[in-house]
């Protein structure tokens, strides 16, 4: 096995130790030089392997002490389900459009659901975009804090573990993106309105936002590159 098929396949078998208990929660996983030799791959094949499993949630590694199994929850079963899907290449209009999908649901249950502490989170990205419109390497940081607050606010783990993973894969072209437009066009509009949704308890309103928000950013891409997107995923 070569290239993607050989991380791919050795991927596969780590996530089948881990749930299989074969590496239980909490336990240390064998170091990189081990998992070299057990799998006969090169080590920068185990490299991106364990880079995948973090991204996923699935590992932790501790400075100087080696990586770990982390708590088995939400991230545990994406890792083991979602992969065929997302480790991919895709375009990148493709998983906007996905990403636009989980996160119309996820501020409408956001809406209904918040806290006080939500609403306060919330408010201080909210003004961290602010400060920032024309600064947008901080402004795009803020930007994407205020999208996991706004699925933290659902309180439901799934949709917080997969946008994790759908901006772990899409970072460095949203970024770029984001840097070569110069400035905030409308982005802090449509945060400030999605907020307000949310505060007072308006989920199809928060919805129907979320959906003009996102659509406008995609359309924007697809006019930046022209029809030819990149292709993204994980293992580039």
Do not use: W
């Amino acid at each position: 096995m070569q290239g993607n098929t050989e991380n791919s396949a050795v991927y596969d078998e780590l996530v089948k130790l881990i749930t299989d208990g074969v590496f239980p929660e909490g336990s240390k996983i064998p170091s990189e030089n081990e998992l070299h030799v057990r799998f006969g791959v090169s080590r920068n094949t185990i490299r991106l392997v364990l880079n995948r499993l973090r991204t996923m949630g699935m590992i932790e590694t501790r400075r100087g002490d080696g990586s770990y199994v982390k708590k088995m929850g939400a991230n545990l079963l994406l890792a083991s389900e979602v992969p065929t899907l997302l480790y991919q290449k895709h375009d990148f209009i493709d998983i906007l459009e996905f990403r636009k999908g989980v996160e119309i649901e996820s501020v409408k249950i956001a809406s209904k659901r918040r806290s006080d502490d939500d609403i306060l989170q919330m408010k201080g990205a909210l003004l961290q975009m602010k400060r920032n419109i024309m600064v947008m390497d901080k402004f795009f940081i803020a930007d994407d804090q205020m999208h996991m607050l706004f699925a933290k606010a659902t309180g439901n783990e799934m949709f917080t573990s997969m946008l994790e993973i759908i901006q772990s894969i899409l970072t460095e072209d949203m970024k770029s993106f984001l840097l070569n437009q110069g400035t905030d066009i409308d982005s802090y509009f449509y945060h400030e309105s999605i907020l307000s949704c949310i505060e007072n308890k308006k989920p199809e309103e928060a919805g129907f936002m979320m959906d003009r928000h996102l659509s406008a950013v995609i359309e924007r891409i697809r006019k930046y590159y022209k029809g030819d997107t990149p292709k993204v995923s994980l293992e580039t």
